[in-house]
């Protein structure tokens, strides 16, 4: 009797011209992008990457540890296309500007965020993981916008910027519009509530009425709606 075809294993391996480093982090948002995270193994990672699982294994211990990698170089992104015309503008504008950045850094992954959430939807641990690596990188978020983030404050203040950006994605992954707009307006919301959170940035709250205005780049959906807390 002659065999089924074997379903074709995807994605495909990635060029070997790329470090093998590179090619697993690519690899693995690949096969997130198709399967959820808990069906990934590391002999889909290994296969998918055109590694062994010895040179896997050299290279990250684990698929959360490869995840990391991702989010490291996410941020190294965004860090590197700081916009020097922002520094004037409020602190506020400033974090907006970084957060919006980073989504257009995450958009080729967009698919592959949608399903990690669902992954962490269902599953406590990795969400406690996502959450600290989520609070890590938004320390340096807060930096790349010149406000604090170093000692208990900034660490509360990560930690709120954290969930606030979490929520963020929720409308940003089903946002299929080029400029965003819903998720530009969600992002201006967000921001407003952060501001009313106690000691999640408070440098913001010392601006007395203070409404952001539109940039060139980018039209903020909802500046008639916020108010500055005073």
């Known amino acids: 009797m002659a065999r089924k075809a074997r379903r074709k294993s995807a994605p495909r391996p990635t060029s070997r011209s790329k470090p093998e480093r590179d090619r697993i ?5 690949a096969l997130l992008a198709e399967k959820p995270f808990e069906r990934i193994g590391f002999a889909d990672i290994a296969a998918a990457a055109d590694v062994s699982l010895s040179e896997l294994r050299g290279t990250f211990p684990s698929a959360l540890a490869i995840l990391a990698a991702q989010v490291r170089e996410t941020d190294r992104a965004v860090l590197a296309g700081g916009d020097t015309d922002m520094a004037e503008e409020p602190p506020r504008e400033r974090l907006f500007d970084v957060l919006m950045r980073r989504l257009e850094v ?7 965020v949608r399903s990690l959430m669902r992954s962490a939807s269902r599953n406590p641990g990795l969400a406690l993981a996502l959450n600290s ?3 890590r990188s938004q320390q340096w978020m807060l930096t790349a916008a010149d406000i604090a983030a170093s000692g208990p404050r900034g660490m509360l203040r990560a930690q709120g910027l954290a969930l606030l950006f979490a929520s963020v994605l929720r ?12 998720t530009m307006a969600a992002l201006d919301r967000a921001l407003a509530r952060g501001q009313r959170w106690s000691g999640f940035l408070d440098d913001l709250l010392r601006i007395p009425g203070a409404v952001c205005r539109p940039r060139p780049r980018r039209r903020r959906a909802a500046d008639d709606e916020d108010t500055v807390a005073a």
Do not use: I
Request: net charge negative; proline share 7%; glycine share 8%.
């Open 25 to 29: 982090v690519d690899a693995f948002m």
């Open 106 to 112: 995450l958009a080729p992954h967009k698919t592959a």
């Open 171 to 182: 409308t940003w992954v089903d946002d299929e519009d080029p400029g965003l707009a819903r």
């Open 133 to 135: 690596l989520g609070v």
